[in-house]
């Protein structure tokens, strides 16, 4: 079982940064697929970056160039560095942590982006 824990949320103005945090609790993190999904209101869930165990990310076009994920196997905690932050990236943001049949997910956490 593994619980994760968003954090790093919050208002800030358009071409600002923010660096988003989730905390995994259990064992095998770091064999752990790990995902950030972000959701707007009034539409779907979307993916915006994954990292594997081996370190490999992957990005969204969306927010290619201004987000970097990374992950920290020894603090058990997973990243997303985000700048030059737009209003369109205003969304609940989500980390998810997948090794099938194993599927876990936060609770989130808000980004606002003001114009």
């Known amino acids: 079982q593994v619980q994760l824990v968003e954090s790093g949320g919050g208002l800030v103005h358009a071409g600002g940064s923010l660096r988003l945090s989730c905390a995994a609790s259990?064992?095998?993190?770091?064999?752990?697929?790990m995902d950030w999904y972000r959701q707007a209101p009034g539409k779907q869930r979307e993916l915006v970056a994954t990292?594997?165990?081996?370190?490999?990310?992957n990005y969204a076009d969306s927010v290619k160039g201004r987000c970097t994920i990374s992950r920290d196997n020894a603090k058990n905690t997973l990243y997303l560095q985000m700048n030059s932050l737009k209003p369109e990236d205003s969304a609940v943001y989500f980390c998810?942590?997948?090794?099938?049949?194993?599927?876990?997910w936060g609770q989130g956490t808000q980004v606002t982006v003001s114009s």
């Open positions: 990292i594997t165990s081996g370190g490999t990310t």
């Open positions: 259990g064992s095998s993190f770091e064999f752990y697929i």
């Open positions: 998810r942590a997948r090794a099938y049949p194993s599927d876990y």
